[in-house]
C-alpha cells in the first residue's frame, strides 16, 4: 500500500475488511466494512433498511466524522486495487420503498460515498454491486409493548417492522420458523446453515439504547439436524471447553498485563496501580467493555485511551452522582469533561 494513511490501524482495519468481502463474492459496500470493524453491528443494516432505525450515523459506534474517514480510506483502498466504483440505490424495505438515510443533516457528498460500492471491473459482481446491496437475514424483534399487526390485527411476542407499521410472522411469512435462544454457538451456526431461510430476533435494550440479539428464527428440521449434530460431537466439544477454561485465567493475566504496561506507556503518570485496575476492569472476559473489544485486544492506543477515559470518568468526578440525580448522560458528560481532560494531561506526563 503506497498511501501513507492506509498505515495507520484504521486503515489497516478498513482494508482487512474490504479484503474479506471482496474474496467473499467478488465487491465491497461501505457498510460491510463498518459492520467489518465493528462500527456497526450486523443486525443494524436490516433494522435500517425495515425504517426501526432512521439513519446509520446514530447508532454507529463513532461519530459523522469518524463514519467519513472510514469510507475515504476505503476509496483510496479500492481504487488501489484497481475496483471499479458503482452508486447503488437504498431503499426501504418496505412495499413503498422509500430511499433510505446514512447521515441525520444527509450531507451529499458523504452520502455519495457511503451509497458507493466497489467490484472487480468486468466482472458478474460489478453488475450486482451496481443492481442491489446485500441485504442480509430478516430481523425480528421481541415486543416490548402492546402492538397489532397491521394486516391481520392479530399479535405476538416477536414482530416484523415492515414501513407503516409492524407485521406478526404470519404476515410476514415468517410463522413456519421456530425460536432458537442465543448461548449456545455451535447449535446455532449450525442450525442457521441448515437452514434455508432465517432470520435474526433482537430485543430493545433501554438501559443500553439499543437492540441486542436474542437468538435466531430457523426451520425445524434444521433446527433437529443442528442438535443431532451437536449431540454426535458433544464429548469433544466438551473437552476442547475444558482445555479451553483451563487457559482462559493464564491469557486474561497475560493480556491484562499487556493492557496495563501499554496504558502506564501511553499515560506514564498514571498510577500503577491504578493502570493494573483499568486493565482488569476493562479486559474482563464476556463484558463487553473496550479492553475486549477487538482494538481492544490489539492494545491500539485508541482502545486504551477509552478505558482511561472511563476510569477517570466514574472514580475521579461526580459523573455517577450526577446521573444518579437524574441528569442525562450526555448532559453528565459533558459536565465532568474539563476535569477528565486535566487528570488525563496530568497522567500524560512521567512522573518527577
Known amino acids: 500500500m503506497s498511501d501513507p494513511e492506509l498505515q495507520s490501524r484504521l486503515g489497516r482495519r478498513v482494508a482487512d475488511a474490504a479484503r474479506d468481502a471482496v474474496a467473499d463474492h467478488g465487491y465491497v459496500t461501505p457498510l460491510e466494512v463498518l459492520v467489518g470493524i465493528r462500527w456497526l453491528h450486523e443486525t443494524h443494516p436490516p433494522l435500517w433498511r425495515q425504517e426501526r432505525i432512521a439513519t446509520?450515523?446514530?447508532?454507529?459506534?463513532?461519530?459523522?466524522?469518524?463514519?467519513?474517514?472510514?469510507?475515504?480510506l476505503l476509496g483510496v483502498w479500492a481504487r488501489e486495487q484497481g475496483l471499479v466504483a458503482s452508486e447503488a440505490e437504498y431503499r426501504s424495505s418496505s412495499k413503498e420503498a422509500r430511499p433510505l438515510r446514512f447521515t441525520r443533516?444527509?450531507?451529499?457528498?458523504?452520502?455519495?460515498?457511503?451509497?458507493?460500492?466497489w467490484a472487480r471491473p468486468g466482472s458478474a459482481e460489478e453488475v450486482a454491486a451496481r443492481e442491489e446491496p446485500r441485504a442480509g437475514p430478516p430481523v425480528a424483534i421481541m415486543a416490548l409493548r402492546e402492538w397489532t399487526c397491521r394486516d391481520c390485527g392479530e399479535t405476538g411476542d416477536i414482530l416484523v417492522m415492515d414501513g407503516p407499521g409492524p407485521l406478526c410472522l404470519a404476515c410476514a411469512d415468517l410463522d413456519h420458523l421456530v425460536f432458537l435462544p442465543a448461548g449456545d454457538a455451535a447449535l446455532t451456526r449450525r442450525a442457521a446453515k441448515a437452514s434455508t431461510l432465517s432470520a435474526v430476533v433482537v430485543r430493545f435494550s433501554r438501559s443500553r439504547k439499543r437492540y441486542e440479539r436474542q437468538g435466531i428464527l430457523v426451520e425445524e428440521p434444521a433446527l433437529e439436524t443442528a442438535e443431532a449434530s451437536c449431540l454426535a460431537d458433544a464429548e469433544v466439544r466438551e473437552r476442547r471447553r475444558a482445555r479451553a477454561a483451563e487457559r482462559r485465567p493464564l491469557e486474561d493475566e497475560r493480556f491484562q498485563a499487556r493492557f496495563a504496561a501499554a496504558i502506564l506507556e501511553q499515560f506514564p503518570g498514571c498510577p500503577a496501580e491504578r493502570a493494573s485496575g483499568i486493565a482488569h476492569h476493562a479486559g474482563q472476559r464476556g463484558s463487553g467493555r473496550v479492553g475486549r473489544s477487538r482494538a481492544g485486544r490489539s492494545v491500539e492506543p485508541e482502545a486504551i485511551r477509552l478505558a482511561v477515559r472511563a476510569s477517570v470518568r466514574h472514580q475521579d468526578t461526580?459523573?455517577?452522582?450526577?446521573?444518579?440525580?437524574?441528569?442525562?448522560?450526555?448532559?453528565?458528560?459533558?459536565?465532568?469533561?474539563l476535569l477528565v481532560d486535566s487528570v488525563l494531561r496530568r497522567w500524560s506526563e512521567p512522573v518527577r
Open 318 to 337: 461526580d459523573y455517577d452522582l450526577r446521573l444518579m440525580r437524574g441528569e442525562g448522560r450526555r448532559e453528565s458528560r459533558d459536565g465532568v469533561e
Open 56 to 72: 446509520i450515523e446514530e447508532i454507529a459506534q463513532v461519530d459523522v466524522s469518524r463514519l467519513a474517514d472510514a469510507v475515504r
Open 105 to 117: 443533516d444527509a450531507n451529499p457528498e458523504l452520502e455519495r460515498a457511503l451509497r458507493t460500492h
